[in-house]
């Protein structure tokens, strides 16, 4: 069961990198911006995570702001793909993912 929740997280997270991309490249300007947003974006979330949230972080947190690293990641995740105009991805990509954290953290998975 363990294995199949943190697959699933690695999932969503994949997922949440997706979903910033999505709406950079879903932007109303020009091509050079839509580029640089769906293209920096997911970068930019992918070096918050890595630093803060990933087994192998740079930055050390307690868990309770581990925790409220990634809940913001996923919860900007949501916001970003609603602004793209994908509303019910969003709530189930943010549903998701916290729905298998609390299940990762009953088993005793560190967060």
């Given at each position: 069961m363990k294995a199949l929740l943190l697959g699933a997280i690695f999932l969503l997270e994949l997922a949440l990198l997706g979903s910033a991309g999505c709406w950079g490249f879903t932007l109303g300007t020009g091509w050079p911006v839509r580029l640089l947003a769906g293209l920096g974006t997911p970068l930019v979330i992918a070096v918050?995570?890595?630093?803060?949230?990933?087994?192998?972080?740079?930055?050390?947190?307690?868990?309770?702001a581990k925790l409220a690293v990634q809940a913001a990641c996923f919860?900007?995740?949501?916001?970003?793909?609603?602004?793209?105009?994908?509303?019910?991805?969003?709530v189930a990509l943010v549903t998701l993912w916290a729905a298998d954290k609390t299940a990762l953290t009953l088993t005793g998975t560190p967060i």
């Open positions: 918050v995570w890595g630093l803060f949230c990933s087994p192998r972080a740079t930055v050390t947190l307690p868990d309770p919860l900007t995740g949501g916001v970003l793909l609603t602004l793209a105009g994908h509303t019910v991805p969003a």
